[in-house]
């Protein structure tokens, strides 16, 4: 696991989620409007317009905020209107300075960024009835990364812990782990960004 780490090249794991998610989304009857569960409050144009608008604020220097909710917020709402052709017509324009800096970058600096798109991606595989599956080189070098900051290592599977982690499982369910020692009455140490509200069906 530690040679996958030292090869990992981050600006490439990103181009190369950015363009499965491309595929994914251009897809012959995938309607834009269709709720995402992962991001209930969110429609998969709305994970498309924040994907893309992290990368076109990245390029206009336009960080300020950044990765607040009103950044992210703003990403989606300057993008109503928009289709998810031209988002990723300009995605795509967009994307090789960001992709650059993830390549160039330590691990701490791109982690945020590969692990959201990659976050992201599942969450539509999901979201449109695909199996959620991600490439095994990212999940080593994810479930590495993450696995570092607990003070308790459920033995669960990368994947499993890349969406657990990043807030696509219950209280519940993270609860329900094999633990090797108990995680404490409050489990707010190991969500990043909060748990998930319900289920979403992928265990």
Do not use: K
């Amino acid at each position: 696991m530690s040679d996958a780490r030292v090869d990992f090249d981050g600006g490439l794991a990103y181009r190369a989620a950015r363009e499965r998610i491309m595929a994914l989304v251009a897809t012959d009857g995938v309607d834009p409007d269709m709720v995402v569960p992962a991001t209930p409050e969110w429609s998969v144009h709305d994970v498309v317009a924040h994907l893309a608008g992290i990368a076109r604020d990245a390029a206009t220097g336009n960080m300020e905020g950044a990765p607040g909710n009103a950044w992210t917020a703003a990403q989606v709402e300057r993008s109503r209107g928009v289709s998810i052709v031209d988002l990723v017509a300009q995605w795509e324009l967009d994307a090789p300075l960001i992709e650059g800096f993830f390549s160039a970058a330590g691990e701490g600096l791109a982690r945020a960024g590969v692990i959201d798109i990659h976050t992201h991606e599942a969450d539509l595989l999901g979201a449109l009835g695909r199996p959620v599956v991600l490439p095994d080189e990212f999940l080593q070098w994810a479930g590495a990364a993450l696995r570092e900051e607990l003070r308790v290592v459920p033995p669960v599977s990368d994947l499993e812990l890349v969406r657990a982690r990043l807030g696509r499982r219950t209280e519940t369910e993270v609860r329900a782990y094999d633990w090797p020692a108990d995680p404490g009455v409050d489990l707010g140490w190991f969500f990043v960004f909060g748990c998930a509200e319900t289920p979403l069906g992928e265990v």
